[in-house]
């Protein structure tokens, strides 16, 4: 199997804005989440109650990022060329 290449300036650059978008939607709806969806969400996933904004926003940008790279260096074997 051939193992193809794209430009890694445009997967970061499309990846980034559908992070940004992310990011700003946890933003947005951090008090909504905080009371309604992190109890619910708790009893599926082991998540630590009352995180401040900064934490949740680094595990989650973790998260995303390396959710993409799995999925596009190990699933798909797609090679990034800068």
Known sequence: MKQREIDGYRFIGYYGVIYIAFMILMVITWPLSQTYIKPIASL???????????????????????????????????????
Not at 53 to 79: A, C, E, H
């Open 44 to 82: 599926i996933f082991p998540i630590a109650q009352n995180n401040s904004l900064v934490k949740s926003l680094l595990v989650d940008t973790g998260m995303f990022w390396g959710m993409v790279l799995f999925y596009t260096l190990v699933i798909q074997r797609i090679k990034l060329k800068f």
